[in-house]
């Protein structure tokens, strides 16, 4: 049975759809806006809650999308994973703090910047940024070696990337964060995220 992955490439499942394309496996994504998420019946018996993206393989369902590019990496595209004890605790460190310490503050300083709708707030848009600027300055010195971990591009740096297309929504301006920005760069020019967003555009 071909893995099924619930979503709108707009939203979080855009980051399962990338690592589907890294790993090269056939998927079938089950297009769900997420405004019609809650009462998806299909959806609702792969995720209870009614949220996208959820994932299913065979018997078995999967949802939080970070977990999702996990378990598609792991169980098919193993390499991606980092293979020391420390590559493997910088990948839980940095998905954390991807998910817990940026991306709220990116959320919210895209909603003050009126993105997708709604008034823009100049003032908190501003605050939100002072927040960001330390967490990106401490990516930039983590990046000095190219890659979250490991000195090649595995899980840690899908996930982390995956957060910061918020940053590309939110036109956030990174020339004082040189190595964000080059490491930002190399994972939006990897040939599975540029074959996906080909795909999309289709
Ligand atoms: N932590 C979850 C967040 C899931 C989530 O909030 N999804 C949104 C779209 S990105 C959704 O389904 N919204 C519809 C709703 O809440 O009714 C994840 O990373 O997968």
Redesign the pocket.
Known sequence: MTLKIY??PA???F?PLWAAEEANIKYELVY?H?????KNKDLRNVNP??????LQDGDFCL??????TDYILRKYAPDYLPQSLEGQSDHLRWTLFG?TEIEPVLIDYLHAKGIPFGDADPVKAEEKLAVLRPLFAFLDQNLTHGYLTEKRFTAADLNMASILTWVKIGKINLTSFPHLSHWLDLCFKRPAYLALREKLRA
Do not use: F, M, Q
């Not at 997420?34 to 809650?38: R, Y």
């Not at 949802?63 to 999702?68: D, G, K, M, N």
């Open positions: 979503g709108s939203s979080k499942a980051r769900v997420p405004k019609d998420a809650a809650l009614g949220k996208i993206p959820a949802t939080e999308s970070l977990a999702l998910a």
